[in-house]
């Protein structure tokens, strides 16, 4: 199809999203950076742009665990060669949607979803693989929490 990344470079580009799911889910989003260039920039409301900005919205998250019980799961990813950045390293962009599944109002896991959004990706191929340039959170439904 025009425009889609081939598959080895589709599996790779889903490895790293799902990557970055599981170490928020796994209480490791201090390591999120590491998914990420130098200049990248996550935006979940509030952005946070370069590694070691990254790194210290990571270790908030992971030192208070305002999420209880979170789940990320990652469907329907679409990734779209741009072609190459000014140092000539392969560019894409993609979207995947996530559903967030948190504890519920009384600490139990529910199967209810908390909250339904995208993912707007930017990536560059670097020397040890593709890093997210750009990542910002979509909000498309939520649980009402009445």
Same mark, same amino acid.
């Given at each position: 199809?025009?425009?889609?990344? &081939?598959?080895?470079?589709?599996? $790779?580009?889903?490895?790293? %999203?799902? /990557?970055?799911?599981?170490?928020?889910? $796994?209480?490791?989003?201090?390591? +999120?950076? #590491? +998914? *990420?260039?130098?200049?990248?920039?996550?935006?979940?409301?509030?952005?946070?742009?370069?590694?070691?900005?990254?790194?210290?919205?990571? /270790? #908030?998250?992971d030192r208070?665990?305002?999420?209880? =019980?979170?789940?990320? @799961?990652?469907s329907n990813?679409? *990734?779209?060669?741009?072609?190459?950045?000014?140092?000539?390293?392969?560019?894409? /962009?993609?979207?995947?949607? @996530?559903? %967030?599944?948190?504890?519920?109002?009384?600490?139990?896991?529910? $199967?209810?979803?908390? %909250?339904? =959004? #995208?993912?707007?990706?930017r990536f560059?191929?670097?020397?040890? &693989?593709?890093? *997210?340039?750009?990542?910002?959170? %979509?909000? @498309? *439904? $939520?649980?009402?929490?009445?």
């Amino acid at each position: 199809m025009p425009g889609l990344v &081939g598959d080895a470079d589709h599996l $790779s580009l889903s490895r790293l %999203v799902g /990557e970055s799911g599981w170490r928020v889910d $796994s209480g490791q989003a201090g390591t +999120l950076h #590491e +998914l *990420f260039t130098d200049d990248g920039m996550i935006d979940i409301g509030q952005p946070a742009q370069g590694r070691d900005a990254i790194r210290a919205w990571g /270790e #908030e998250l992971d030192r208070n665990n305002p999420y209880p =019980g979170i789940r990320h @799961l990652a469907s329907n990813m679409r *990734f779209v060669s741009t072609g190459a950045d000014a140092d000539g390293r392969d560019t894409a /962009e993609g979207v995947t949607v @996530l559903t %967030v599944y948190l504890n519920d109002a009384d600490g139990r896991p529910t $199967s209810t979803p908390w %909250v339904v =959004g #995208e993912d707007h990706d930017r990536f560059v191929r670097t020397d040890t &693989g593709w890093r *997210f340039t750009h990542r910002t959170w %979509v909000q @498309l *439904f $939520s649980r009402d929490q009445a």
